[in-house]
């Protein structure tokens, strides 16, 4: 279980998290939304630990993250980042399998090479891309190498930003059912970022909004259509006027 | 306008390179304690190796045969005016080993290292692929300064050895080509003259000079800004800086060395 207590982020004058209180229990599917530039990728990299809060508390299984073991810590988790964050100086497949090729996961090449191509099958991407350079591949499918690689070794926790921007429809499709079938097959814990509503409704159990810096509104996402809160009114229909100024 | 704003203007921009110059010496503590705990990362050694010091071995070459070439000739034209212009090979010999050696290969490789050092991981800070090299449970401290910083201090004083020689191969040429010196006498001057200590000394500064150009090139990509301005930010500060710390801690040297 992740839970994050009245956590605070600023950059200078520019205070993005203020005070954000969410529970994410363990093997759940969690979906973040909220607008461009509300502070949801600062969310995610302050629960790793890339990022630090400046305030509040962010536990993992009741244990504060900024006192973990760092190495031991990381190891329960993967991530995709919003670019993708491809080693270009890799091949695709070495990409994949970075965790595999080093540390206490380490394992004979071949293997490794053979789990990372069963991983980009697994995100649609054909055995040949293996071998390409990340510059090689298009936003699409870097987004999904990425994906590749934050399941490679099979971590307890994920977490996706904005898996499925870029993608196209079926290629969207194929994602969400990966990330659903990582929750409710693997018992992973998962926390996704995303701005499609159809994503939200394919992977979440429950959905959070982050808005002016806190948890607006969170609850299962059978609930997201019937709330009567305006703000996830207004975000879910996509509606220019409402309570969120379209000017941010 | 006060009396005291002159000297608040100095002090700030030496508060804040001294400031600076405390967290590399941090940074570079940092890296050295990496050197002792494991992982190691092997392939990304041999890569640097390959890039700090055998790919860096053309531009080193004529940078430093040109540079004897010159060196001769003033050296011949600079004597003849007290009739001293057998010094020739000598004073080659020590001014390519002493100090142009070490200084030049030193610049070359923060013009050439330093930046693409620099440039590289700055590219990699922006586009968070440091970010994701943390999650990946690697330390990029031991994954990408260690292998770098190791590989300069290690080749480049083996690139000032390939300069020394070079350096001192071009002012043979021009000397017995040009100026009419007698080959052989020229090579036993250049032999009886040099000593260990210049030979210790140039390598001394090499290891020096390879691991400030590196160390210096990790620690201003990692201190990188967002976007492109701040891979060109990172970049340039890293060579103004590498290159500025080369000529100073070469000065530092001599004196400790030559200085009595
Ligand atoms: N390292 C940083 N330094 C300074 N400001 C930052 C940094 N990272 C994020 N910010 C700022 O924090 C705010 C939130 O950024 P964040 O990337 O979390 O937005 P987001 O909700 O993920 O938006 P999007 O949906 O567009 O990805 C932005 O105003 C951004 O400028
Ligand atoms: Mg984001």
Known sequence: ?248 | MTLASPLAALGRPVLAALAALGRVAIYAGQTFGALFSKPFYTREFLSSLLHVGWLSLPVVGLTAIFTGGALALQIYAGGQRFSAEAVVPQIVAIGMVRELGPVLVGLMIAARVTSSIAAEIATMKVTEQIDALVTLSTNPLKYLTLPRVLAGTLTVPLLVAVGDIIGIMGGFLVATGQLGFNKATYIQNTLDFLEGADVVSSLVKGAVFGFIATLIGCYHGMASGRGAMGVGGATKTAVAAASVLILAANFLLTSVMFGS
């Open chain 1, 1 to 248: 279980m992740i839970e994050l207590a009245n956590v605070t982020k600023s950059f200078g004058s520019n205070h993005v998290l203020r005070g954000v209180n969410l529970i994410v229990p363990k093997g759940q599917s969690m979906v973040v939304i909220g607008g461009s530039g509300t502070g949801k990728s600062v969310l995610l990299k302050c629960v790793l630990g890339l990022v630090r809060p400046d305030q509040g508390l962010i536990t993992l299984d009741g244990q504060d993250v900024a006192k973990a073991e760092r190495e031991a810590f990381l190891a329960r988790f993967g991530m995709l980042f919003q670019g993708g964050a491809l080693f270009d100086s890799l091949k695709v497949w070495e990409n994949v399998a970075f965790r595999l090729l080093r540390g206490p996961l380490k394992r004979p090449k071949a293997e490794a090479r053979a789990i990372a191509i069963e991983k980009l099958r697994r995100v649609g991407l054909v055995p040949e891309t293996a071998d390409l350079f990340p510059a090689e591949l298009s936003g699409g499918m870097q987004k999904r190498v990425g994906l590749a690689r934050a399941i490679a070794a099979e971590p307890e926790i994920i977490f996706f930003d904005e898996p499925t921007t870029g993608l196209d429809p079926i290629m969207a499709g194929v994602i969400n059912d990966l990330i659903r079938e990582i929750v409710s097959e693997m018992g992973a814990t998962a926390i996704t970022i995303t701005h499609d509503m159809t994503s939200v409704r394919a992977i979440a159990d429950r959905v959070a909004m982050l808005h002016g810096g806190v948890i607006r509104w969170t609850g299962p996402v059978k609930e997201m259509d019937v709330t009567s809160d305006p703000y996830v009114q207004q975000f879910i229909h996509g509606r220019a006027t409402g309570p969120i100024a379209a000017v941010r």
